[in-house]
C-alpha cells in the first residue's frame, strides 16, 4: 500500500476517535450537570448551552495560532499536541466535581483542540496532488463518523456505567491515537527552512492568506455552510413532535434526524471527493451548495418524519460534496509553508459558523416559526451557491 494511503488510515482512525471522544459527552451533558449539583429546567438549560459553545469560542481564537507555529515546526508536532492535549482535558473532565470546573475545562478543550485541522493539513502535504478531493474527503469521513458514534456509544456507556467512566475511556482512546501517530506516522518538514522564512503575526499571516481572493471565499463558504446547518438545529425535537404522530419517540427521531445526515455525510465525502479530482472541483462545490440549498425546502414542509429524514439524508450527501472540496481549494491556492495557517483559519470560520448558528436559529425561530428557519437556511445556502458560481467564473476570465 502506498505511504499516503497508510498516513490517511492512520489520521482517519486518529480523527475519528477525536470527534468521538468531544461529542461523547452531548447525550448525558445535562445529567452529568444534575449531578454536579445544577437544578432547575432553566439553569441546567443554560449550563449547558454555555458548556457546549465554550469549546467554539476558544477553539476559533487559538486554531490560528497553533496553525502558524505548526507552519514553522510541524504538523506532526501539532497532532500530538491536541492529542494527548485533549486526553488529559477529557480525563479531568471525569474527575470534575462542579459545573465552573467543567466549564474551564471545556474552555481549555478548545483552547488545546486542533487535530482535525493538523491532519487535514498534513494529508494535504503527503497526499498526490490528483488524489486530493479522495484523500481529504476520506479523512472528512472519518471526523464525521466519529461525530455520529460518538454520542451513540456515549450514551450507551452512560445507561451501562455511569458518567465519569467514559471520560476515562475516551481519554484512553485519545492517547491511543496520539500514540499510533506518534510511531507510524512520518512527516518530511524541513524545520530549518520554515524557520528561516520571516516570521510573521497572526493578523499578518490572515492579510497575506487574503491576497489570494479565493482564500476568503472558502472560509466564507465554510462559515456560511456551518452556520445555516446548525440554525435549525435547536429547534429539531420541537420541530419533530409538530409533525411526528409517534410523541413517545421524539428523542430516538431526533437521533436519527442527526444520525441519517451524518451517514450519507460518510458515503458521499470520498466519491465527490474522487469525482472532483477527475473535474473542475469548483463545478463539484456550486452544484452541492445548491442541492443542499434545495433539499431544506422539504425539511421546511415535511408533512412527516419519513419526509423529514429523506431530506436530511439529501442535506448530507450534498455537505459530502462541499467540506472536503473546499478544503482540496485551499491545499491548491495556498502557498508552500502557510498550509497550518490556511486551514486554521477555515477552522476558526467553522468555529465561529457553530457558535453563532444555534443562537441565532433559536432567536430567529420565536420570529419566523420553525419552517421559517428550514427557509432561512435555504436562502442562505442558495445565495452562497451562486456567489460561489460567479465568483468562480469570474476568476476564470483571464485579466
Given at each position: 500500500m502506498s505511504r499516503w494511503k497508510v498516513v490517511l488510515g492512520i489520521l482517519w482512525f486518529g480523527t475519528f476517535l477525536m470527534m468521538a471522544g468531544m461529542t461523547m459527552i452531548m447525550p448525558f451533558l445535562p445529567l452529568y450537570l444534575q449531578q454536579l449539583g445544577i437544578t432547575g429546567e432553566h439553569e441546567v438549560a443554560f449550563w449547558s448551552g454555555a458548556i457546549y459553545a465554550s469549546t467554539f469560542i476558544t477553539s476559533?481564537?487559538?486554531?490560528?495560532?497553533w496553525a502558524q507555529i505548526a507552519d514553522r515546526y510541524g504538523r506532526k508536532i501539532m497532532l500530538l499536541?491536541?492529542?494527548?492535549?485533549?486526553?488529559?482535558?477529557?480525563?479531568?473532565?471525569?474527575?470534575?466535581?462542579?459545573?465552573?470546573?467543567?466549564?474551564?475545562?471545556?474552555?481549555?478543550?478548545?483552547?488545546?483542540?486542533?487535530?482535525?485541522p493538523a491532519a487535514t493539513a498534513l494529508m494535504s502535504t503527503i497526499a498526490p496532488r490528483v488524489r486530493m478531493g479522495f484523500a481529504l474527503g476520506t479523512l472528512q469521513s472519518g471526523g464525521v463518523a466519529g461525530?455520529?458514534?460518538?454520542?451513540?456509544?456515549?450514551?450507551?456507556?452512560?445507561?451501562?456505567?455511569?458518567?465519569?467512566?467514559?471520560?476515562?475511556?475516551?481519554?484512553?482512546?485519545?492517547?491511543?491515537?496520539?500514540?499510533?501517530?506518534?510511531?507510524?506516522?512520518?512527516?518530511?518538514?524541513?524545520?530549518?527552512?520554515?524557520?528561516?522564512?520571516?516570521?510573521?503575526?497572526?493578523?499578518?499571516?490572515?492579510?497575506?492568506?487574503?491576497?489570494?481572493?479565493?482564500?476568503?471565499?472558502?472560509?466564507?463558504?465554510?462559515?456560511?455552510?456551518?452556520?445555516?446547518?446548525?440554525?435549525?438545529?435547536?429547534?429539531?425535537?420541537?420541530?419533530?413532535?409538530?409533525?411526528?404522530?409517534?410523541?413517545?419517540?421524539?428523542?430516538?427521531?431526533?437521533?436519527?434526524?442527526?444520525?441519517?445526515?451524518?451517514?450519507?455525510?460518510?458515503?458521499?465525502?470520498?466519491?465527490?471527493?474522487?469525482?472532483?479530482?477527475?473535474?473542475?472541483?469548483?463545478?463539484i462545490l456550486w452544484i452541492s451548495l445548491l442541492g443542499a440549498a434545495v433539499s431544506y425546502v422539504p425539511q421546511a414542509t415535511a408533512g412527516g418524519i419519513t419526509q423529514l429524514l429523506a431530506a436530511r439524508f439529501l442535506l448530507g450527501l450534498c455537505m459530502g460534496g462541499i467540506v472536503p472540496t473546499v478544503n482540496a481549494l485551499i491545499t491548491r491556492y495556498t502557498p508552500d509553508g502557510m498550509q497550518s495557517r490556511a486551514f486554521g483559519f477555515n477552522?476558526?470560520?467553522?468555529?465561529?459558523?457553530?457558535?453563532?448558528?444555534?443562537?441565532?436559529?433559536?432567536?430567529?425561530?420565536?420570529?419566523?416559526?420553525?419552517?421559517?428557519?428550514?427557509?432561512?437556511?435555504?436562502?442562505?445556502?442558495?445565495?452562497?451557491?451562486?456567489?460561489?458560481?460567479?465568483?468562480?467564473?469570474?476568476?476564470?476570465?483571464?485579466s
Open positions: 476559533f481564537l487559538f486554531q490560528p495560532l499536541r491536541s492529542g494527548f492535549g485533549m486526553a488529559a482535558v477529557i480525563i479531568l473532565m471525569g474527575l470534575s466535581y462542579n459545573a465552573w470546573q467543567l466549564l474551564a475545562l471545556r474552555l481549555l478543550n478548545g483552547v488545546v483542540s486542533g487535530f482535525q461525530s455520529i458514534i460518538g454520542p451513540l456509544i456515549g450514551g450507551l456507556m452512560a445507561d451501562l456505567f455511569g458518567f465519569r467512566p467514559i471520560f476515562f475511556v475516551t481519554g484512553s482512546l485519545l492517547i491511543l491515537a496520539s500514540l499510533l501517530v506518534g510511531f507510524f506516522v512520518k512527516e518530511r518538514f524541513d524545520r530549518e527552512a520554515a524557520l528561516a522564512k520571516p516570521k510573521m503575526s497572526i493578523l499578518r499571516s490572515f492579510a497575506e492568506l487574503s491576497k489570494i481572493p479565493q482564500l476568503p471565499a472558502l472560509f466564507t463558504v465554510t462559515f456560511i455552510l456551518q452556520f445555516a446547518f446548525l440554525s435549525a438545529m435547536p429547534i429539531i425535537p420541537l420541530y419533530i413532535q409538530n409533525i411526528s404522530e409517534d410523541v413517545t419517540r421524539i428523542a430516538f427521531y431526533s437521533g436519527l434526524v442527526g444520525s441519517i445526515t451524518g451517514l450519507s455525510n460518510i458515503i458521499a465525502s470520498p466519491v465527490l471527493g474522487r469525482l472532483a479530482d477527475r473535474i473542475d472541483p469548483h463545478k477552522t476558526s470560520s467553522f468555529s465561529l459558523g457553530s457558535m453563532l448558528g444555534p443562537s441565532v436559529g433559536g432567536m430567529l425561530s420565536g420570529w419566523i416559526g420553525f419552517s421559517g428557519i428550514f427557509y432561512f437556511s435555504a436562502v442562505l445556502m442558495l445565495l452562497n451557491g451562486i456567489w460561489v458560481y460567479v465568483f468562480t467564473r469570474a476568476m476564470a476570465k483571464p
